[in-house]
């Protein structure tokens, strides 16, 4: 079957045993796509499975690749195959409608219903639509009440007008006190700035301004005025880039793990006409590409864009005679595509927040897996301990191992190691030190290991680690990484090379929270026994002082000055004459060792 399929665009179905279709797909050469899935080896097991159960091959002819597309995008609406992406939006979004009546109404809806009315949108945000809907009162005054105004009706003075006449809201058309031309002016004024050509409303208005003018009617010309600034304000805020850069559509893909959020904004003149983003889970290995290109296809359907240039991220391997792809990389093209990428990784962080408020499983499952990627690991890193030590100057030396359990800090677990074996100031050794004692304790206590240790440094601490696990047996066993801190290199054993993440990936946040969280509990230990050792170390000198006496003259002295300048008296008060003798009489000779002068 596959032997005989042309070598042109076109649209490939794929069926099962009994006749259920399982994929649709599009293909620049139908023969050389479709041969592909049977002479290929897949790493996915989704693809695998799926060409064994394929027992059937359709296919359609078309001219081009974007007729292929357009076609595959229908096909898969019709039939939702099982191995296609869907774009399941079960949102109902809002649109704007002008009713199809004598004297249009303007409003906002959920329903569509084909009646002749028009409608745009629909709108991504509510906020925008009430933005329009306001600016198009302001500028002209549609009615807002539901009577049939014909001319029979009018004419007899059916209606009176309602307090929104009273108020300047409406113009009076259900008592004659406007035209039925004038009012349709102004509809179709209204139709062209939700189009997004705001440029040719702005001449029409000048345009009646200056009529205003010529006549004297210099009132009028003041509130044409008004509604010019009204526009060009709106203008002010819609516009993000040159209005000189037309009607283009912009849409980027961001990834994260099996999803791909893709977002679509309609740019007219300048502005920011619609932006909507959406979430689209992978089935297969389906490339950020191949969804960008089927989600633009059904967004723009959905938009009823008109669109003849479209910005994207990346070359699409798709030719069109109605489209033409453009890839900007300066200039105000440039900077909407920015914008659109900014927009679907605004949406992927609320997306990851609201997971992991009321998902908090999966949310730990997805950060996990995405670390295990990106680290080279084994196994997901549920169970993460971190080294670093603390001297200054070789003085006071500790350690502390800080450990985090499925990716939050254990602080029961967490545990401080005072240097025992080395002699000066030797991170290096001091490394091994403590990386020795706290596995070879786990190991006799039969604790379980970590799926991963993070080591704060560089190549040689690293070393100095992996020196401790391979007595202990548990190189290769255990994974093992060093962070240095200039530039976030994460170094591997055996490897001279660093591994560099994303500045913005979730598995480089967390192990730099792990490692500034082992500064911290480190440096805290250390200042304490730096400080304990400052103000003890000279009373511990004077013998026949024990630690309940060192409380006491503490306690009341406060300070280690005061107990040496303290009169005998006010000792004896403290800890009694003889031991008041013996503070009194160490102190008295330190001092005069140094040439101070003796009580």
């Known amino acids: 079957m596959v032997s005989v399929l042309p070598q042109e665009p076109g649209v490939y179905q794929y069926y099962d045993s009994e006749g259920a279709i399982l994929y649709i797909g599009k293909a620049k050469n139908l023969k050389k796509r479709v041969s592909s899935y049977f002479t290929k080896t897949h790493d996915s097991a989704r693809l695998n499975l799926l060409v064994r159960r394929i027992a059937d091959i359709k296919y359609i002819v078309v001219k081009t690749e974007y007729e292929a597309l357009l076609l595959e995008n229908s096909l898969i609406k019709e039939h939702q195959p099982r191995y296609n992406i869907n774009l399941k939006d079960d949102k109902t979004y809002p649109w704007i409608c002008i009713k199809n009546e004598r004297f249009p109404r303007i409003f906002s809806t959920r329903r569509v219903i084909k009646d002749g009315s028009l409608y745009f949108g629909p709108y991504a945000s509510g906020k925008t639509i009430a933005t329009l809907l306001e600016l198009g009162k302001r500028l002209f005054k549609p009615r807002t009440c539901n009577y049939v105004l014909s001319d029979e009706n009018i004419s007899k003075g059916k209606f009176r007008v309602c307090l929104e006449y009273h108020i300047g809201n409406c113009l009076g058309a259900c008592e004659g006190k406007q035209s039925d031309r004038e009012y349709r002016e102004n509809i179709q004024r209204f139709k062209e700035i939700l189009k997004g050509e705001i440029s ?57 793990g099996d999803s791909v959020y893709v977002n679509f904004m309609r740019v007219s003149s300048g502005c920011v ?14 490339s950020a590409a191949d969804v960008l290109l089927s989600v633009l296809v059904e967004l723009r359907q959905r938009f009823e864009s008109d669109a003849q240039e479209v910005l994207v991220p990346f070359d699409l391997d798709v030719s069109s005679d109605e489209l033409r792809w453009s890839v900007p990389v300066r200039g105000d093209k440039k900077q909407l595509l920015s914008l659109s990428q900014q927009n679907a990784r605004a949406f992927l962080i609320d997306q990851l927040k609201h997971q992991k408020i009321v998902d908090p499983d999966r949310h730990l499952k997805r950060i996990s897996e995405q670390m295990q990627r990106d680290l080279r690991l084994t196994e997901p890193p549920l169970h993460i301990e971190c080294f670093d030590n603390s001297n200054i100057q070789g003085t006071h030396p500790v350690s502390a191992c800080v450990v985090f359990k499925n990716l939050k800090p254990s602080k029961k677990d967490y545990r401080h190691f005072n240097i025992k074996t080395v002699e000066g100031p030797n991170d290096f050794a001091s490394m091994e030190e403590v990386v020795y004692r706290r596995y070879s304790r786990m190991i006799a206590e039969n604790e379980p290991l970590p799926n991963l240790i993070v080591i704060d440094g560089g190549k040689g601490q690293l070393s100095s680690a992996l020196k401790s696990l391979t007595r202990l047996g548990l190189r290769g066993k255990v994974a093992i990484i060093g962070i240095a801190k200039r530039l976030e290199e994460l170094y591997y054993p055996g490897d001279p090379l660093p591994l560099y993440l994303d500045k913005k990936s979730e598995s480089l946040k967390i192990i730099q929270q792990l490692r500034d969280e082992a500064h911290r509990f480190g440096l805290t230990h250390h200042r304490q026994k730096r400080s304990k050792g400052a103000l003890s170390s000279a009373i511990d000198e004077v013998k026949g002082i024990g630690e309940q006496t060192k409380k006491q003259l503490f306690a009341h002295f406060k300070t280690l000055s005061a107990i040496k300048t303290a009169p005998l008296a006010d000792l004896a008060a403290v800890v009694g004459n003889s031991k008041a003798q013996l503070i009194r009489t160490h102190f008295g000779e330190k001092t005069a060792e140094s040439g101070d002068a003796v009580e």
């Open 273 to 286: 006409v619609q932006s909507h983003t959406v979430e689209v889970k992978r089935k297969m290995d389906e």
């Open 200 to 256: 040719s409303v702005k001449k029409l208005l000048k345009a009646d301004m200056q009529d205003c003018v010529d006549r004297l009617d210099f009132e009028g010309a003041h509130e044409v005025k008004e509604k010019l600034m009204a526009l060009e304000n709106y203008q002010a805020k819609s516009t993000v880039v040159n209005p000189l850069v037309g009607k283009v559509d912009v849409c980027t893909a961001v990834e994260e």
